[in-house]
């Protein structure tokens, strides 16, 4: 039996189970954005990226969608009731607002990541928005899954090291540890299956919805993290389930 009431019960089986505990631990963990929850729902126990919370968001919130998917609902609604993201006490107000950003800034699953950001292009140096075409790179040309993670791991690095700690610098690291982790989360805690079209990698366009998700969230919402690493979870399940 569940213990507990309503959408905050815990059921003993099933995959929403370990991430409505960890959901529970990422919420009392919040407020301390960037760097928060280092090591939370990720494989990795310290990351020298101070975005490396948005990844841990990121994860935590759109597993817990994936898990909870056969209840109903938009996705919004899922975060909202069942995956305990921080709604400030007006659910309501959430649902709407990350509803409609969610249809604006979907990205186009035909283009690549610097193609979807294109519109942003100004917001951003040319190092920044070098380094998603670089990720763009990475991700074309790996073989495989642990090939792509060496590759964004390698980036994360450079990207740590050369870039500096203004928002727009911050978006380009939350956007590496968002496609880091997606890229985690949908080849080992929820590994994609090709399609029909023979997309040998099902998961690549799932990562590029991510990462955009992240930097288009935040953008809307003028820098806010929240915004990018909720509307990136979103993102994310949508390109999962809605695969062609």
């Known amino acids: 039996p569940p213990v507990g009431d309503g959408f905050l019960a815990i059921h003993p089986k099933g995959p929403a189970m370990n991430h409505r505990i960890a959901l529970l631990a990422l919420g009392l963990s919040l407020v301390s954005l960037p760097g928060f929850g280092q090591g939370l729902v990720s494989s990795e126990p310290y990351s020298d990226n101070p975005m490396h919370g ?3 968001a990121h994860n935590a919130y759109a597993g817990c969608i994936a898990a909870n998917r056969d209840a109903g609902g938009s996705y919004a609604q899922l975060l909202a009731y069942r995956c305990g993201a921080p709604t400030d006490g007006k659910p309501e107000e959430f649902v709407r607002t990350y509803d409609e950003l969610a249809k604006k800034t979907q990205s186009d699953p035909r283009l690549s990541m610097a193609e979807n950001l294109r519109g942003h292009r100004a917001s951003f140096g040319e190092e920044q928005f070098s380094y998603f075409e670089d990720m763009d790179r990475i991700l074309a040309e790996a073989r495989n899954a642990d090939e792509a993670d060496e590759g964004l791991k390698k980036l994360e690095a450079q990207a740590v090291k050369d870039l500096g700690r203004k928002e727009n610098d911050l978006a380009v690291l939350g956007a590496i540890s968002t496609a880091r982790h ?10 994609l299956e090709p399609t029909a079209s023979g997309r040998a990698f099902p998961w690549l366009h799932v990562i590029v919805a991510d990462a955009v998700g992240y930097v ?24 999962a389930f809605n695969r062609k």
């Open 54 to 56: 948005v990844g841990v």
């Open 182 to 191: 997606s890229l985690e989360l949908w080849t080992k805690d929820y590994p």
């Open 216 to 239: 288009t969230g935040t953008v809307a919402c003028g820098g806010i993290k929240l915004c990018g690493y909720i509307n990136a979870a979103i993102q994310s399940v949508n390109a």
